[in-house]
């Protein structure tokens, strides 16, 4: 479930005076959902290259729930880490930093690799952070790490999976 349609069934369930009803159905936001160690996620490297190339290693959010979790209730993330989240088939993808604990840098990558936006996110603030247009992945970084890399629009953002 995207943020859109989380935020949406949300207002729904507030509006029609049945939040104990939706309950089950928010309840993956809250801070007593199952949450998986980040340790079980997959990882692979990521190389950023256009005025310099940079390594990270990144975590690998390739499920539904790793999706929705992201870096949520992460407390310390160093400046060589990070996460990546994809799509099969490019989207429009919207962000926010609710339970997110620490600042990030949002990398959005265009099919061919391209970054062609870089969001600079604040700890815990629900406002849609989005591509704008259709975007294969985003990465997290530590927020500033773009900044101090000098990552900017236009630079090409590689990785690979297992297979």
Request: aromatic content about 6%; hydrophobic content about 45%; proline content about 4%.
């Amino acid at each position: 479930m995207n943020v859109s349609t989380r935020r949406w069934l949300l207002t729904v369930c507030m509006a029609s005076g049945l939040l104990a009803l939706c309950g089950g159905i928010v309840q993956a936001q809250a801070p007593s959902a199952q949450l998986e160690e980040l340790s079980a996620f997959p990882t692979t490297t990521l190389t950023v290259s256009g005025g310099g190339t940079h390594q990270f290693n990144i975590w690998v959010a390739d499920t539904e729930s790793r999706d929705e979790q992201g870096l949520m209730f992460v407390r310390e993330l160093p400046a060589d880490r990070g996460m990546l989240f994809m799509s099969a088939q490019p989207k429009v993808w919207n962000m926010w930093m609710k339970n997110t604990y620490v600042p990030l840098d949002m990398l959005f990558v265009a099919t061919d690799g391209h970054v062609v936006k870089i969001a600079h996110a604040i700890p815990h603030d629900e406002t849609t952070i989005s591509s704008e247009t259709a975007v294969k992945a985003v990465i997290e970084l530590q927020g500033g790490i773009c900044e101090q890399l000098h990552i900017k629009v236009g630079d090409i953002a590689k990785w690979r999976l297992a297979q």
